[in-house]
């Protein structure tokens, strides 16, 4: 009886856990991700999303490489609190007010096409 619940308690589990992963990334439109991504990440982020735009040489912060595992873990939720707030004390600025919401899960989007979320590659608490 007992592994019976077990059983079903993790038929329950990896039902749940693969419904959030495909929830990933399925607002936004890539396309118009694209080019907002051209438009204004581009530079620092690079064209292959690997962190080595034209402008990241003289950053004080290296750009995140969206190729990385430590990005590809982080959920939507996550990234998308990076690109609306930015990171404090690094030349990752907010986009509120310079880009829509529509935009940014746009673009959010578009990274995701390149390198998809990745769950399982995800160690200890989120950085
Ligand atoms: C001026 C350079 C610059 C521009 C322009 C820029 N970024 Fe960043 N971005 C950074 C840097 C630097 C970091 C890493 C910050 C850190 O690790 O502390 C970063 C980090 C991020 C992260 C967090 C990734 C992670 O794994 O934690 C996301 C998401 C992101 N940027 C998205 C964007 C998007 C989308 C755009 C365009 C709308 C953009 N960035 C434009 C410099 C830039």
Known sequence: MSRAI???ASVLAVTM??????AQSERGNRQAGAIIYEQ???RCHGLAASGKGPDSQSLSVPPANFQLDRSRSKTDTEMMRVIMQGVPGSPMQGWNGRLTEQQMWDVL???RSLYP?????RE???K
């Open 124 to 126: 200890g608490p989120a």
């Open 40 to 42: 204004n990440c581009v």
């Open 6 to 8: 077990a059983i079903l």
């Open 109 to 111: 989007r578009y990274i």
């Open 17 to 22: 856990f693969s419904t959030w992963a495909a």
């Open 117 to 121: 979320f990745h769950p399982s590659a």
